[in-house]
């Protein structure tokens, strides 16, 4: 069979094989099984197998075979039906353009994906999260009493939630929390913040900038008016009204243990116990968040004109993986002079040291 | 005997606890027990390799404990074993688990 691979033959392989020979197998098995997959009737009326494919191997298919693996779609969303990884992305349920679905978590996703997608487009102008039109994959339903969402390094994943951390439907309910989840797709193409300690708070700070900037736009809200808040409401409430407050870190549930100083940064080690959180990266996030807070209320009118584009291009053209709290502060400033003035560079150096990450 | 789950990380970072005593269980219960967590072999499997850097990841800590600590096992939602999986399904299902946030 392996040799038969090598000679292109494959026509009556399956397409479960060929998709672990186009993971597993050598680089020739692996080309000529992608070449199987892609040039098979059933598979090819299924371009989003070969897109996920595409994603999780990071190959470039669409080049290797002569077509374009995702022709003019944006979006499409998924449902595990409660079965977890090894189904996804799941059961098609609508992609884009088509009608709203019967299901409130399929549209929900479907909504927040669409919304981002449009952020960054008339925003930013950043062509989906690659720059280069990828299409936005969401898979809701996954697991059982799921309770939480995340971004695989190819797709959206979403949890039903089980009613313990999450209200049940919950992770599908805020349109930040989905920019969140797609803007960590964003950093991953771009500064590739290692998610670990201070590059990882940072990484999670960028997810929520966006995240909260794709609510304010949605909600046409400014910078005054607008409640910083990510993923309000979708706690149970025992715990509290929202994941965290970018203008009062440390406030948002019980047992908020964010900073919004350094002088409170909290030193956990990176070493996979969960309650050290990556070395903190969703606790010390609360500081450069709330940097943010600071600079765009001082910018005024809409954060999305100034001090999002300042983070964006700051993101996009000026970190690296290895990026610190002290260094990003800086490109921030350096940034905000190019792009606007010397009182936008004064205003974002000044959130910086309000937090204590410049002196 | 006593098992230990912690969830954590995820885009919240909130570490949900999960106990479950062998003691309280009915004997047949208990039983189950022991072979379900027996068939996972967390005890002879070292901790997958670590894969940390996907956002917003579930992180896994499974302990057990009889007179002191026999093992403590990490994984993430990529790595976490089907096997283990199925055990934390029955641990979840069992109405005298304890749960409690982690503060
Ligand atoms: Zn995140």
């Keep these: 069979m392996l040799a038969n691979l090598q000679n292109h033959c494959c026509g009556i392989a399956p397409p479960d094989l060929l998709a672990r020979l186009a993971i597993e197998g050598d680089i020739h098995q692996r080309e000529a099984a992608v070449r199987a997959l892609a040039t098979s009737a059933a598979i090819r009326s299924q371009r989003a197998v070969l897109g996920h494919l595409d994603r999780q191997l990071n190959l470039n298919i669409g080049k290797m075979i002569g077509f374009s693996v995702t022709p003019d779609r944006r979006l499409t969303v998924y449902d595990n039906q409660k079965k977890g990884r090894p189904f996804l992305p799941g059961v098609r349920m609508r992609g884009w353009g088509e009608p709203p679905a019967e299901d409130q978590a399929v549209n929900q996703a479907y909504d927040g994906s669409s919304a981002t997608y449009e952020f960054y487009r008339d925003v930013l102008q950043r062509n989906s999260l690659d720059g280069s039109g990828m299409e936005l994959v969401s898979s809701v339903h996954y697991g059982v009493a799921f309770d939480n969402a995340f971004w695989d390094g190819a797709q959206m994943v979403y949890g039903d939630g089980s009613g313990r951390i999450f209200q049940i439907g919950g992770l599908t309910r805020a349109v930040d929390v989905i920019a969140h989840e797609l803007t960590h797709g964003v950093t991953e193409q771009t500064a590739g913040l290692v998610y670990s300690k201070q590059s990882g708070a940072l990484n999670e700070s960028f997810s929520d900038v966006f995240g909260s900037l794709v609510k304010q736009y949605s909600l046409k809200q400014t910078a005054a008016e607008a409640d910083w808040l990510i993923g309000a409401g979708i706690l149970v409430p025992q715990l509290g009204a929202a994941l965290r407050s970018m203008s009062k870190p440390g406030t948002a549930y019980t047992g908020d243990r964010q900073p919004g100083h350094m002088d409170d940064y909290v030193d956990l080690p990176d070493n996979n116990d969960p309650r050290n959180d990556n070395g903190g990266v969703h606790i010390n996030s609360g500081i450069p968040n709330h940097a943010f807070y600071l600079a765009a209320t001082a910018l005024g009118g809409s954060a999305w004109e100034k001090a999002g584009k300042i983070w964006y291009t700051t993101l996009t053209k000026h970190l690296h993986p290895n990026t610190q709290f002290s260094e990003a502060a800086l490109a921030t400033v350096a940034v905000a002079g190019e792009l606007f003035s010397s009182t936008a560079q004064t205003a974002v150096r000044n959130a910086w040291l309000e937090v204590g990450v410049l002196s | ?103």
Excluded at chain 2, 6 to 14: S, V
Excluded at chain 2, 25 to 33: G, Q, T, W
Excluded at chain 2, 81 to 96: F, K, N
């Design chain 2, 1 to 103: 005997m006593k098992l230990t789950v912690r969830r954590g990380g995820g885009i919240a970072g909130i570490v949900a606890r999960t106990e479950l005593d062998a003691n309280v269980l009915p004997p047949p219960d208990a039983a189950v027990f022991t072979a379900e967590i027996n068939r996972a072999r967390m005890r002879e499997l070292p901790d997958p390799p670590a894969t940390s850097g996907r956002p917003d990841a579930q992180l896994y800590e499974i302990s057990l404990e009889e007179t002191g600590l026999l093992f403590s096992r990490h994984y993430t939602d990529d790595s976490l074993p089907e096997d283990v999986r199925t055990l934390l399904a029955w641990v979840d299902g069992r109405p005298e688990r304890i749960e409690s946030i982690e503060q």
